[in-house]
């Protein structure tokens, strides 16, 4: 079983269980040769298609599979959501160590300042409504969207434009991220 479905999808998809309400869940049997989202929840009144990524390294090559996932047609596999009743919200799950938190962090909001108006259209044409942090496999940690918006922009204007040294940038992106969380 490899990190993804073992560190981010099996400790998501218990949070989701614990959440109130009636959470009807889905996720591929098998991981590479199934269609679809890694993640498919749905209540009565919320319906989410989740892709999962997990990041131990320096690559932000995940970033990317993120990007891409709301852009690819899926199948849908919860059957009110074929019925067209409730329409999906697109959310981002993201594994990683404790140690590499800050460094997470630092480059997604390094991104999201690069071009502040295409990533809020980004979210409202495609409906990106959440995402979750999954730390260690064992806590979920959850931001919406626009919450992660604002925090983009509280890091940018903390940096002021100049170009400061990685670790300072990294607790300043920690910082910004850190007092929207929910747990």
Not at 113 to 132: Q, S, T
Not at 163 to 175: C, G, N, Q, Y
Request: charged content about 30%.
């Amino acid at each position: 079983m490899g990190k993804e479905r073992e560190l981010v999808v099996r400790p998501l998809k218990g949070w989701i269980r614990k959440r109130p309400g009636s959470w009807e869940l889905w996720s591929p049997k098998h991981e590479t040769s199934e269609r679809g989202w890694d993640i498919e929840a749905r209540s009565s009144s919320e319906y989410w298609v989740i892709e999962a990524k997990y990041t131990d390294g320096p690559s932000v090559g995940w970033f990317g599979g993120l990007i891409m996932a709301p852009l690819v047609k899926r199948d849908l596999h919860l059957s009110k959501a074929k019925e067209g009743r409730l329409q999906p919200s697109v959310c981002w799950a993201i594994g990683m160590s404790q140690d590499r938190m800050s460094a997470v962090f630092q480059k997604i909001l390094d991104y999201l300042c690069a071009r502040p108006d295409f990533w809020e259209m980004y979210g409202k044409w495609l409906r990106v409504k959440r995402v979750f942090f999954v730390v260690e496999g064992t806590r979920v940690l959850c931001i919406s969207y626009k919450g992660l918006l604002r925090a983009a922009a509280r890091y940018d204007n903390a940096n002021n434009g100049v170009e400061v040294d990685l670790k300072i940038r990294r607790v300043v992106a920690e910082a910004s991220v850190k007092g929207k969380l929910d747990r």
